[in-house]
């Protein structure tokens, strides 16, 4: 869908559909107002009626008389008048694209940047406004025939101008988290993937076509043979169980100048994890396909960082393997030697998300970076602590982590940072390796966080634990393409 801003009456415009905010109580927003004014207050008798009741998210869809510029009409309920939160704003941009969707229309003229939200700017309401209307039209459609669903044919969003933010900036806006979104539906469409389609060979043949794609990224792909020839025993001990040989993905975006030190994120590429040895219960383990989702973020990063052309340079690196039960596989008890040169006693195989990443974060060290991020469904204690809602952060530097904090506020896409404390180091102690893969039940997300910290002491490196946001259950299964809009926005940030 494409967003351009529109400066021109409302009562004169000409359009499929026009999307009108409604208050649940206090006067109605001025355009609505205007426009109601101009054609008999249809609106005002529907409000008194209850049709519509300005709840947010509440809509209603009106048909306008013959001959009208207007052909159609979607109100779109917004709360309270003066006390419209980011939430509600959000609520209502979501419900107005999900009820015209699926309708014969080709584009919308949508007047909800006349909404005041608290403490929110124009700049903001344009940003949400393709953000959502972008998730609302995202299908899955990858592994589907008969039972696809149609596609939307809408094409085109108006958004009428307001006093607070020209046009010029509201196409500006648009145009940046246009790209936003098509790096979360990128991350969203590999992660959706079945393991069996989405291996690691998957995602380095990806890697391989993003690079000829945009040609300002640099792939690299290793293989067995030569991450075996840099010591990469941890890495390599997971896909021991697989026939699926492990890959070892680089993608490396050079916008800025050539003594810039580069941001390196580093995500979690497990394409399938069924535990290993250490096997995980039945129930719901077809989402485990989702371990990858860390790795797929990379991507939707990297795919950001070409599109708008950013002058910052930026490296994408994913470690990428399965982990599945076999006569080879890793065995708890084992211990493997890292690239850094650190034993790892493997006591539980189902924790070897912190086995590919320690490799990679080793290896990231190559490329000088100002700073790490590494991204990874973690830890099911991450879920326990932090719920659905908040992505786990944890940090060798404060400032770092702020920036990240910061960004995510921002982007709607929020982390919580957790400490990483020396206290916490001990539990992860073993009697016959440097450490042990697991530190028990207690503060899981941060003795696994403490295990990374053992590979990232040579630079300022941040962790972000998305076992919580990376995806949904239940009806509504799917990637949710989180921290693609905080890392992205972290980024721009930094330009």
């Known amino acids: 869908m494409k967003f351009v801003s529109k400066k021109e009456s409302i009562t004169s415009l000409s359009t499929p559909c026009l999307v009108l905010p409604v208050f649940s109580q206090g006067k109605q927003a001025y355009l609505t ?37 207007t052909k159609r009409v979607l109100l779109v309920g917004v709360g309270e008048q003066g006390k419209t939160t980011a939430d509600d704003f959000n609520k209502a941009v979501s419900a107005s694209i999900n009820a015209l969707k699926n309708l014969p229309i080709k584009a919308i003229c949508s007047a909800l940047l006349s909404v005041d939200v608290i403490a929110k700017d124009g700049e903001w309401k344009v940003h949400h406004i393709v953000l959502k209307s972008r998730e609302a039209l995202y299908q899955y459609t990858e592994t589907l025939t008969t039972s696809a669903p149609d596609a939307s044919v809408l094409e085109k969003c108006q958004l009428l101008t307001i006093s607070d933010y020209s046009a010029k900036e509201i ?33 380095a043949n990806t ?29 390599l001990s997971v896909s021991r169980g697989s026939r699926e040989p492990a890959k070892l993905i680089t993608m490396e975006y050079n916008g800025g100048p050539k003594s810039q030190k580069p941001i390196v994120i580093v995500g979690k590429g497990l394409t399938f994890d069924a535990g290993g040895i250490s096997i995980k219960p039945s129930s719901a383990m077809d989402e ?34 399965e982990n599945l039960p076999d006569g080879d596989a890793n065995k708890p008890g084992d211990i493997v030697t890292s690239m850094a040169g650190l034993t790892i006693e493997i006591l539980n195989t189902d924790a070897e998300g912190r086995l590919i990443l320690c490799d ?45 904090l910061d960004a995510g506020i921002k982007a709607g896409d929020k982390a919580w940072q957790l400490p990483l404390w020396d206290e916490y180091k001990p539990q992860l102690k073993s009697n016959f390796a440097d450490l042990a893969n697991i530190g ?36 509504e299964k799917g ?10 926005q972290f980024i721009l940030d930094r330009c």
């Not at 979104?181 to 393991?195: E, F, R, V, W």
Request: glycine share 10%; charged share 20%.
């Open 171 to 203: 196409e500006n806006t648009a145009a940046t988290v246009s790209s936003i979104a098509n790096g979360i539906d990128s991350t969203k469409k590999l992660a959706d993937l079945p393991g069996n389609i989405c291996t690691p060979t998957y995602l």
């Open 360 to 404: 990679a974060l080793t290896y990231s060290a190559k490329f000088k970076p100002d700073v790490v991020v590494d991204i990874a469904t973690l830890t099911g204690a991450c879920v326990i602590a932090l719920g659905k809602h908040a992505t786990g952060l944890l940090s060798n530097n404060d400032e770092l982590a702020n920036e990240l």
């Open 479 to 488: 990637a949710t393409g989180r921290p693609v809009h905080m890392l992205s």
């Open 207 to 235: 890697a391989m076509a993003l690079g000829k794609k945009h040609r300002s990224l640099k792939v690299t792909v290793l293989d067995e043979d030569e991450m075996e020839k840099l010591g990469m025993g941890s890495l």
């Open 288 to 321: 485990m396909k989702y371990d990858m989702c860390g790795g797929a973020s990379v991507f939707g990063v990297m795919q950001v960082c070409a599109e708008l052309d950013l002058p910052i340079n930026v490296v994408g690196v994913v470690p990428s393997s």
């Open 33 to 69: 107002e205007i426009f109601d004014k101009a054609n008999n207050k249809q609106i005002a008798a529907v409000l008194k009626q209850g049709d519509a009741t300005g709840k947010a998210g509440n809509t209603l869809l009106l048909q306008m008389p013959t001959g009208s510029k």
């Open 440 to 475: 028990g039940p207690a503060g899981g997300t941060i003795t696994a966080a403490c295990f990374l910290s053992r590979f990232t002491e040579d630079y300022k490196w941040a962790h972000l634990d998305i076992a919580g946001t990376a995806w949904r259950s239940g009806a």
